[in-house]
């Protein structure tokens, strides 16, 4: 009887493996994956033409509002909210599945961009971009427990490629088409028009998702409440968050109160949030989420200082000065095109190594534009490789999460990795920020707008110098993603 119980479990287990081969034949574009991939796909797609055409128009927005001082808020108000987004949409999704989180997500994202785009002071603005980054939160984790519980282990990697593809052309389409809207129709209608564009995800994706990835993991057990822990955590972070973003855009003495009050608040939460072991990189998931924050922060914080540095120190106009990241879309699309082939998951770890080095080796070069005789093109050339690396690292944390995860648990785990993505943008950020304005760099906007160069170098090396090291740091994380194994 039990060689008769154990042939059973083995013709079971045989049967699942071949409807997971069914299910997967044909790939993401599959006819079981189709409408589900291209929906969400879009999804990203929508978030990603956003991120580039709302940063084109910003600047023409807070000069018509009279709120260039306040400017600076206008994203650390989407970053904040998008933390406590995150976490909230990461228990939403455990608890009854990611369709509802989703579906809440996008309606405040698009909802936030009407605010933003009928705002008629800059706080109603800054308050629209609140809203929207509260979207940003609960999409984004949703999409990735989607993807837990849509695909294979064997096509996961394939749809996080895809989710980076699809940043390519709105990174070079993006900036061309909303300063064309903005100077022809006017700001509102780069942040009114972009709305429209969420039909077409939500008629493509839900009915997928309702179909695929909806409910309970286990419709039979009661349905779990909301840890209020957590939702009080994520209340704090966020708090602790904005409060250190805005010390650092004031360096006077009486900054330090908001300061120590965001990093009492933050501290504690970020620690009741991430995985145990993440701030000393335990081997492990808790390395996979600190590799992302590490990459993340350092990359996003050198890359906001890139085009100020090429207007001011080399006289680039904005515009050559931002297309000259714009080939970072198509490597970056490439690296994470790498890191899905199967061939290469034996080889994953040494990837998201050199990956590292890639990102550190990119931002070191960067400020050597300082020097005149060095040619522009190097940033370029450069950022494309540094992308390249970004490419290969950021997908590969996506992967390795949803691996090490259980499935009940890819919701909570999912916003981990999201938290420690926006939490290290918004620190770095602050970080480079302020040492940037200590050592003169805020009197670079005043040269731009005199037509005269830059007079402070040492401002930028302040910023990408620190950042190098700081990805060099995520190199040496990313030798411990995996248990060690035994002797």
């Known amino acids: 009887m039990a060689a008769l119980d154990a ?10 493996g071949r409807d997971a081969d069914l299910d997967d034949r044909g790939g993401v574009l599959g006819r079981s994956h189709r409408a589900l991939s291209i929906g969400i796909v879009s999804v990203v797609l929508l978030i990603a033409f956003e991120a580039t055409a709302v940063g084109t128009a910003m600047p023409v927005a807070a000069r018509e509002l009279d709120g260039v001082p306040l400017y600076a808020f ?25 369709l509802g989180p989703l579906t809440a997500g996008i309606t405040c994202f698009g909802a936030g961009l009407l605010l933003s785009g009928a705002a008629t002071s800059m706080w109603q603005f800054i308050g629209g971009r609140a809203v929207q980054g509260l979207g940003g939160g609960l999409v984004i984790v ?81 349905v779990a409440a909301f840890d209020r822990r957590r939702i009080r955590l994520a209340l704090g972070i966020s708090l602790g968050a904005g ?42 998931l808790p390395s996979v989420v600190l590799l992302r924050g590490v990459a993340a922060g350092s990359f996003i914080a050198a890359e906001s200082f890139v085009p100020l ?101 890819a919701g909570a785990n999912s916003a981990a990795l999201q938290i420690s993505d926006g939490l290290s943008n918004v620190l770095l950020l602050a970080a480079g920020g302020a040492a940037f304005a200590a050592l003169g760099g805020g009197a670079a906007g005043a040269h731009m707008a005199a037509g005269a160069d830059g007079a402070h170098p040492a401002a930028f090396t302040a910023v990408f110098l620190p950042m190098a090291v700081v990805a060099l740091l995520g190199a040496w994380v990313a030798t411990r993603l995996h248990a060690r194994r035994p002797a």
Request: hydrophobic share 55%.
């Open 7 to 16: 042939r059973d479990t083995d013709d079971t287990d045989d049967t699942a």
């Open 74 to 98: 206008a994203f650390s108000a989407y970053f904040t909210t998008s933390l406590f987004g995150m976490v909230l949409s990461g228990q939403w999704a455990d608890r009854s599945g990611p």
């Open 142 to 222: 949703a999409l990735y427990v989607v993807v837990g519980r849509a695909y294979s282990e064997r096509m996961r990697p394939t749809i996080m490629a895809a989710f980076a593809a699809s940043w390519v052309v709105p990174s070079v389409v993006g900036p061309l088409a909303s300063g064309t809207v903005t100077e022809q129709l006017g700001w509102r209608w780069v942040f009114i028009g972009i709305p429209a564009l969420v039909v077409v995800p939500l008629a493509l994706a839900l009915p997928a998702i309702r179909q695929r990835a909806s409910g309970p993991l286990d419709p039979a057990a009661p």
């Open 243 to 284: 409060l250190l973003q805005y010390a650092g855009q004031d360096l006077r003495p009486l900054s330090l109160v908001p300061a120590m009050a965001g990093a009492a608040l933050l501290v504690p939460s970020a620690l009741g949030l991430l995985p145990p072991g993440t701030l000393r990189s335990a081997r492990g």
């Open 309 to 409: 540095m090429l207007v001011t120190q080399r006289g680039l106009s904005p515009t050559l000065a931002g297309m000259s990241l714009a080939v970072g879309g198509a490597t970056w699309a490439l690296g994470s095109f790498v890191q899905s082939r199967p061939g290469v998951e034996p080889y994953r770890e040494r990837l998201m190594v050199a990956g590292m080095v890639l990102v550190a080796a990119a931002i070191a070069a960067a400020p050597s534009v300082l020097i005149a005789s060095v040619p522009v093109w190097i940033v370029a050339a450069a950022w494309g490789w540094g992308c390249f690396g970004m490419g290969l690292v950021i997908s590969s944390t996506s992967v390795l999460l949803l691996k090490l995860s259980a499935p009940e648990a």
